[in-house]
């Protein structure tokens, strides 16, 4: 038999779920769901609305539960993040923009989970680069398409400048990603 580097999904480097995988990171997903939800409103320029700088983080955030706590300890983050997220952002953003950011969101985010799982047996930097970089194409399209198509706007400007965005800090966030994950290992029992 030809020894392989794949292992397969039920692998070591998932970690027991502390009590505190879940319940953190679906906060931090909630505060960065409502963020962009009110930032994606503001333009930087023609291109580039300032939601694009913080969406990405969410990914950072699924990726690193998922390589600690597993898949089904990342889903949970996003649907409790997302219920929270898009709550907070029904009281201050626009409805089509929470609508649009919920599906957008809870889809691109499952991917997210999925394609991370079938990859973590790669180099550390291949499942949460390819993942979250799958993810955002998707969320951006599904988001703009949804939130400002027939408005007017220049949502197809602003999906380009946006994904752009999203692209370049998903690779930026691969460095607070392999941080967190190395420092929020869990310590063996004594």
């Known amino acids: 038999m030809i020894p392989t580097r794949r292992r397969p999904s039920t692998t070591t480097d998932i ?3 502390d009590a505190w995988s879940v ?11 409502y963020a962009s939800n009110r930032l994606v409103e503001i333009p930087v320029n023609d291109w580039l609305t300032w939601g694009a700088f913080t969406y990405p983080f969410a990914f950072l955030v699924t990726d690193v539960v998922n390589r600690r706590a597993g898949p089904g300890a990342a889903l949970r983050v996003v649907t409790v993040g997302f219920a929270l997220g898009v ?29 991370f799982d079938r990859l973590r047996a790669h180099r550390w930097w291949i499942a949460p680069g390819v993942s979250s970089t799958l993810g955002s194409v998707l969320d951006t ?12 706007l220049p949502w197809g400007q602003w999906a380009l400048g946006d994904l752009a965005v999203k692209l370049a800090m998903v690779w930026v966030a691969l460095l607070p990603y392999r941080w967190l994950v190395g420092h929020l290992a869990p310590r063996p029992a004594h």
């Open 15 to 17: 970690a027991p779920p």
């Open 23 to 33: 319940p953190l990171g679906a906060i931090a997903m909630a505060i960065i769901v």
């Open 87 to 115: 709550a907070l952002s029904l009281l201050g953003a626009d409805l089509r923009i929470a609508i649009a950011s919920g599906a957008a969101f809870l889809i691109a985010q499952s991917l997210d989970v999925q394609i």
């Open 141 to 152: 399209l599904l988001f703009f398409g949804i939130a400002f198509a027939g408005t007017g």
